[in-house]
């Protein structure tokens, strides 16, 4: 009885009152590693380690000088921002306004604050580099922060006071033709399949896959890291339906845990964390050095191209919405997959007219019959030529192979244009919405404010092979009934105050969000960890569902201190929203180690 009372009465002072103990060090503190301590670290790293500072502090006192040049005109550049330390891809994660530090390349007239942006960074060129980084922040109990391309919308790949490993410049690529998992039988192959390095991009991958002839599934963006968050949260691609989710595909993880070992997990070797590190969520349960995926035959595709538009707010646009939702299983069921955009307020400035207009890019991997697919697009043309104040635009054409498509359509140039602020929204949707309702969707869609360009993303990503794949991992399960993730984004201007920016918080939590969950009901599908609200309500729920209580186990036996802490990752709940002090111990009672060995 009286072990069990204690134990009760000291997590409860733990909820109360956060001990100093249970606080990252912070740099004021004596427990803050003394100069010679960085040195010697620095040494064990191969003088991999750097002091940083947001990047546009170069400009605060030299405007005019060639460094500040240099930031003001890659500021927009992510492939740029991917390599520096000081920066991440969303400039509102670099920034602390709670704290009121900010760096903003815009408002130079203010002293630049460190906000977001880690002290320290190990540019990691080794698995070796990134062991010595785990254990020393283990050591001297350092805010850890892992950060690859800096993508991440919910603002994981930053933390304030941290010391931050930079994974991005291990770009090691190599394919086999047959892949045998560690610790699989003998003679076991899973066939082709490509090794990268946790900082490969997925343009390089692209490109790296494009001269050997080979295609594996991954998203649609120059710098998104293949191996880091991307493929840990799930990964959703053009090529899903096709092949199944990017963590479908995954075969074997190289990971430094929290203890500094270096281990392969996989079907065969640590199974539980081969698990969690499908769908469960980058920088949560271990950094990984390398990822191997599957690898396939190139093929033929078709691409279709659809827009529709009305005069703006004419009533027939929403209708026009419904009709098109309505026929996503059909084309689901055909093949097709893609992204398209809905923007109620769309200006054409070369035909001085504003538009409400929805413009269609659809993929069909491994088909070469156009015919066929302009049949299947033919039953919504006439729906909605029936109506005068729609207008339609179609085309559908063949590419050789998938490479075409990638390096000429869907990812040009080289690099995507970040650098603002943003807020996303998020929520999936079920085959079973656009079968029996799709009308409700365009009732809740017309409520959402969307001004000039504004509107809403549809990734057309899960059914196919995401909804008949038997892989069992973390990924959500309702990603296998879906057939939509939707999206939008609300930015701001660095001049914005803190009072403004949570008003804009927390109407996309409180209103906007909770209307793309009314559609249908709060807990019936869920939302995408890596694209979604960072201030997401019952995000466990939301972004993990039902495999939400093993994960936080799963989580408990590899990182029983809370190494690696996220915003909205498994187990934060256990910290405040910054990662720097646990506000109660973990549910200890409810770890039993049976389900974690099931697996
Ligand atoms: C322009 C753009 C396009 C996108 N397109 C797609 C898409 O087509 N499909 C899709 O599914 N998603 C897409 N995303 C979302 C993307 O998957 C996420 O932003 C993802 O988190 C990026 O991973 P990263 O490692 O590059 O980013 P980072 O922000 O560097 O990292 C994201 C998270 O992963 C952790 N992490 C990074 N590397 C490692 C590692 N080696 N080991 C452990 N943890 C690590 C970080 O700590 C952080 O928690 C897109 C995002 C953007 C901005
Ligand atoms: C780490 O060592 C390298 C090489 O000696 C040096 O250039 C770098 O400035 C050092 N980093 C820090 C933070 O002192
Ligand atoms: C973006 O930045 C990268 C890296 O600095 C550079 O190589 C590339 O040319 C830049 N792209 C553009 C379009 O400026
Ligand atoms: C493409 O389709 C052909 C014919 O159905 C099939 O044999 C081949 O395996 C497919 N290619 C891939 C990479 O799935
Ligand atoms: C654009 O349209 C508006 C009203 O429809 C008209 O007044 C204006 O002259 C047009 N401008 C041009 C450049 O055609
Ligand atoms: C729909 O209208 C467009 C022009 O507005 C036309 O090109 C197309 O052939 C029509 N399609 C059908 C199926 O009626
Ligand atoms: C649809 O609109 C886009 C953007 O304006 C354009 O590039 C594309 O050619 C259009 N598609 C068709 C079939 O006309
Ligand atoms: C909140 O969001 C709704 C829906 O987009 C919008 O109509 C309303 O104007 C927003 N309110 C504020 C205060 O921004």
Redesign the pocket.
Known sequence: MRPFLLSFFLTSLAYAHPHQSDCRCRPHQSCWPSPKE??RF??S?D?????VRPVADVCHDAIESEACQLVQDLSWNSTWRAAQPGAVQWQNWEAWPERGESCYIETLNKPCGQGRISL?STIATSAANIQETVRFAREHNLRLAIKNSGHCYLGRSTAPESLQIQTSHMKDISFVDDFTPKGAPRGRSEGSAVTIGAGVALQELYAALGEKGRIAVAGAAHTVGAAGGYVQGGGHSFLGPWKGMASDNALQFTVVTADGNLLVTNEYLNRDLFWALRGGGGGTFGVVVDVTLRTFDEAPVIISTLNISTPVGHPAFWDAITEFHAHLPALSDAGGAGYYRIFPDLPLPEENITVSGVTLALVFPNQTDVARVDQLFDSLLTKLNVTSAVTTEYASDPLPDIHTLISEILITSDADITGGMTLVGSRMYSRGLFENGPAKLSSVLRKIRAGPYEGFTGHIVSGGAVANTHVDSALHPAWRESLLHLTFGRGWDPETSLAEQNAIRDNVTNVEVELLRSVEGSHRMGAYLNEANAYEKDFQSSFWGSNYNLLYKIKQRWDPTGLFITRSGVGSEDWDAEGLCRIRSHRLRDIGSDDVSEL
């Open positions: 960085w040195d620095n040494r790293v003088g991999n380690l750097v002091a320290y």
